[in-house]
């Protein structure tokens, strides 16, 4: 099983970047798929999650209203679109699937595939 993020990279403050997590090795339909972040020395925290069919999504409150995420099963591929970003997102950006419950987790040990990470880097 295998989750590959991609689509980090540099962008100023205010700006917008569209990440993507496509899985493999797995049919991702019937599992809530979470997005999590890691800023350099600080802990992993959630992001923002979506159920399996889509219907459901939860964010941070940090940064609710700003990033959205949405899944496209037939491809497998689920994306947070990250729009008006700060300098206080910068962080690794990990996607994860929780295949053992069907609600949002928000911890990162609920989570039991995890992609490897893209970075994501917003300038001042």
């Known amino acids: 099983v295998q989750l590959q993020a991609s689509g980090g990279g540099l962008v100023q403050a205010g700006g917008s970047l569209r990440l993507s997590c496509a899985a493999s090795?797995?049919?991702?339909?019937?599992?809530?798929m979470g997005w999590f972040r890691q800023a350099r020395g600080k802990e992993r925290e959630f992001v923002g999650g979506?159920?399996?069919?889509?219907?459901?999504?939860s964010y941070a409150d940090s940064v609710k209203g700003r990033f959205t995420i949405s899944r496209d099963n037939a491809e497998n591929t689920v994306y947070l679109q990250m729009n008006s970003l700060k300098p206080e997102d910068t962080a690794v950006y990990y996607c994860?699937?929780?295949?053992?419950?069907?609600?949002?987790?928000?911890?990162?040990?609920?989570?039991?595939?995890w992609g490897q990470g893209t970075q994501v880097t917003v300038s001042s």
């Open positions: 979506i159920s399996s069919r889509g219907l459901y999504t």
């Open positions: 090795g797995l049919t991702f339909g019937p599992f809530v």
């Open positions: 994860a699937a929780d295949t053992l419950r069907s609600t949002i987790k928000t911890m990162y040990y609920e989570y039991d595939y």
